[in-house]
């Protein structure tokens, strides 16, 4: 229905004065840890420069810059069955644009799709051609940002998502038929997008490519599934696999087994709270040592301050615990499970423990992942993170107009 009037009322993103102020004087009245020979980050984040960040969000930052560019798109509220859903949207500029939703993942906000939505929906304004372009709806997972509170749904996770994307697309929104992509968190909403709702979907497009059952059982918190690591493993690999599980270990375990305890000092103290997820923006993106490669200072804070102004520390958190606690479970027995065709970008600082870029394709093949998909299109690169649509946007968006142009 790419000719249809919209049929909801944009409303633009506002945060109240008093709730900015307070974020403010929470920030002045830190009380700060002594970090103490933690020069190289090996405890955690490090001091000295996280006050420096904080003194620019205290004294620099500029959030209703952030929101005016924000709100250079449209923002829509609904309520789906109960669930508070924000999304923005970019209407495609082309012959046909085809309806396509994209889900983010934890500590991503829907703010980190920014570069590649202007692309996805006028690709003619970027050298590309008009028939790729895309009618973007882009919302904010239930629990993270402005779709929020959630205190009726504390049982959120990435397959009840999927539910309401499809109710948004298609009893909201009026789709027919339309095309889903996604990253972390967001790549299983995506997948089970593609297995519940095949024939509804143009196609997928994805950031990973994990089962959809990654976070069953009693071990999802832990990468190594309790495996000791073989006694002849070469040194450069078992470094290889230290070095993963250093990055994501604890993320895991807290999020997965009590995010609960760790959300009381993140919803009291805006400084903690950043500091968590910082962590996480530096271990994670391809940003050879120096966050600020990746991310700019006002980039973190606009970040953060989505978080903090809308209290979603905690409910953004539990979905991985939620992922675990209500497991998911097919709705078909059919192979490959995700029958949507598939389209799959993964990065070279992802590599599995010794496997090099260009055999990582080759890699997922053999894997017991690939059954699982109908992948049509499966691209490597050596450059970006696990924030791929924000490292490394140019490749992302080609990437998906080529999983997508088959399928129109």
Known sequence: ?????????????????????????????????????????????????????????INRFDWRKAERAINAYEHYHVDIDGVPVHFMRKPGKGPSPIPLILSHGWPWT???WSKVIEPLADPAAFGGDPADAFDVIVPSLPGFGFSSPLPNHPDMNFWKIADLWHTLMTDILGYTKYAAAGCDVGALVTGQLGHKYPDELYAIHIGSAQKLSLFNGERAWDL????????NLPERIRT???????????????????????????SDSPVGMLAWILERWAKWSNNNGNLEHVFSKDDLLTHATIYWVTNTIETSMRIYANN??????????????????????????????????????QHFLESDRAPWYNHVNITVHEKGGHFIPWEIPNEWVEDMRRTFRGTR
């Open 240 to 266: 290889q696999i230290f070095e993963l599980d250093r990055r994501f270990a604890s993320h895991l375990a807290v999020h997965t087994l009590d995010p609960g305890t760790l959300a009381y000092g993140l």
């Open 1 to 57: 229905m790419p000719n249809a009037p919209f049929p909801l009322e944009p409303q633009p993103i506002f945060v109240p004065d008093d709730v900015l102020a307070d974020l403010r004087y929470r920030l002045q009245s830190t009380r700060w840890p002594l970090d103490a020979g933690n020069e190289d980050w090996f405890y955690g984040v490090n001091r000295m420069y996280l006050e420096g960040l904080v003194e620019e969000w």
């Open 110 to 112: 829907f703010w980190h």
């Open 224 to 231: 190594t599934g309790g495996r000791p690591l073989p006694d």
């Open 324 to 361: 675990n606690r209500y497991p998911w479970t097919a709705v078909h027995e059919r192979w490959p499970v995700i029958e949507a065709p598939t389209g799959i970008t993964f990065v070279g600082y992802e590599n599995p423990p010794g496997i090099t870029t260009d055999a990582r394709i």
